[in-house]
């Protein structure tokens, strides 16, 4: 058993999310640094590795001791050479990250993205109680989705595995999706498809509803219109249960997992999102599917993708 | 690199499949015998142990020089203890099939499902060009299918991954499945599924068809038809497709695979199939999923099973 110190970065375009974790998935400390930007974010590997070398002299963690540096990183990149292809919030393109932050810090270092990270986070220590087989959906301004098979994150044949939002739901007359297509699992699951399917709803007729004459509807005022018993607030959640529920089904009859779990602002309805999606679900699954698999509430939140990077360490890059 | 002999045995209900392969893959010998299912398939160990030991005789293969055997069974199975609940077709009930032929052969054995060697099979030295992300689809009776990702098979939690014959396609009024459900993939995309359509076609009205006056419609007859310009049959060929087509890109967003292999009895329909297939997929997916991935048809046939037994012992079982 090596029990070198994990540590972690979680970049983001506003802050960089840091921490060092014992072996074992517990946390050292954590804190966090403010993304610089400018100058296309050049100065991002020295900054961090600044930041980290400080907080191991504070904690009198020697160099010898850290088994490496696992990151999490938004945009599309090439995972195993750590290179970001582009990184719009941040400015980087076609930026060697790994190789700078290996030149920084003097540490091996492993990349992923920041929703692969958040994904294997809620496997390791979070919702997904480290099952082997899961998967994590993130219900945001998007979908977006993790994949854990044989406890390992997929990343698919180029990197862009777990498109869990573009997974195809209605097939005809869809709403247009940003990727340029229709009716895909984001128009509907996300907050923006959630917001959309109840102005349609306000504008189909005159239904009363607590969700009129507010300056702005949101995904939350939705969820909280339909625990009150607003009926046209409950037909909107209650499709978009029955189509995410559905969804999840088709990739569960061929994946299997064990825990699908949903995070994101849309998860924070709780009971009032997951309980008609996990009727969904089961009356779409095979009932040797969906008696195996449990949908649950993420749980660790923003912390998800620094304990994420800090098992890709453990992992990933062997110690000693 | 270990230059061990790889032993295999795929066994069916009627004859078993065997094999001796080089590390590289590389056949030695291939033959069958048949399956004893008297006594429940109580013998079924003890005549797979002794032909093996015969062959391995014949090409002066000493058991030291055998780095294990692999065997690919039907039925419900715990892989990982190598039992199997229920393999209907040879008479086994919690049969532990890995311990009796670990006794009966003296090697190390590993066990897993005939759907899971063929598609490893595959994988390894068919269509799918030993490609990391791939799926592979049985296009038989049933729909059936095994999914490879990071390289390895996905078993899921409780051993039934790769159910992709249970994706839902026709949400409403579809076709009652054998599952106990209605409109899954198999109900339109298997050769059973194929000759339903064509016969709800031909009596859905007075078209005009080859398929008419035939003393049975078969799904080869269905391709043959279409080739031959007959619509009703065409239009079979085209629904089918497209479904097929819709249902492989939705699981392709998930997975990002580089390979879909059909194969099955109906993939030998080739191109009249595979193009319309191709078309649909390319629709349905991402256009970054879908021009990642190629769909191909199965080129090893009854042999993918002991290949993919081979590999098991390769990757699966440690030499020295």
Redesign the interface.
């Given at each position: 058993m090596n029990s070198k110190v994990l540590a972690a970065a979680d970049i983001g375009g506003t802050t960089i999310k840091m921490g060092l974790f014992h072996s074992s998935g517990d946390l050292i400390d954590q804190w966090e640094i403010p993304t610089d930007t400018s100058n296309d974010g050049a100065q991002v590997p020295a900054h961090l590795a600044a930041s980290l070398s400080q907080y191991m002299d504070k904690h009198e963690i020697a160099k010898e001791n850290v088994q490496g540096l696992g990151v999490g990183c938004p945009g599309f990149m090439d995972m195993e050479n750590g290179v970001v292809h582009h990184a719009v919030n941040i400015g980087w393109r076609d930026f060697p990250l790994k190789q700078k932050l290996q030149d920084e810090t003097d540490l091996p270092v492993i990349v992923d993205n920041d929703a692969n990270v958040a994904a294997i986070g809620e496997m390791w220590k979070g919702a997904g109680n480290d099952?082997?087989?899961c998967l994590c959906i993130t219900l945001g301004t998007g979908v977006g989705?993790g994949?854990i098979?044989?406890n390992?994150i997929?990343?698919?044949?180029?990197?862009?595995?777990?498109?869990?939002g573009?997974?195809?739901v209605v097939?005809e007359n869809g709403a247009p999706c940003n990727?340029?297509?229709t009716g895909c699992l984001e128009t509907i699951a996300s907050a923006t498809g959630i917001v959309r399917l109840a102005l349609d709803a306000l504008q189909a007729d005159e239904t009363p509803s607590l969700l009129r004459n507010r300056d702005e509807v949101t995904s939350q005022a939705v969820f909280e219109a339909a625990t009150k018993g607003d009926e046209l607030a409950q037909s909107v959640v209650s499709f978009m249960s029955r189509e995410l529920g559905?969804a999840l089904?088709?990739?569960a009859?061929?994946?299997?997992?064990?825990v699908i779990v949903l995070g994101g602002g849309v998860s924070k309805a709780g009971a009032t999102l997951l309980d008609p999606v996990r009727k969904a679900f089961e009356q779409?699954a095979?009932?040797?599917?969906s008696s195996?698999?449990e949908i649950k509430q993420a749980v660790l939140g923003n912390d998800a993708g620094i304990v994420g990077c800090a098992w890709l360490v453990r992992e990933k890059i062997s110690g000693n």
């Open positions: 099952e082997a087989d989705g994949v098979v044989n390992d997929v990343h698919g044949s180029s990197g862009i595995a777990g498109e869990i573009h997974v195809s097939r990727c340029g297509r559905h089904a088709q990739i009859v061929v994946l299997n997992p064990s779409s095979l009932p040797l599917v195996a698999c």
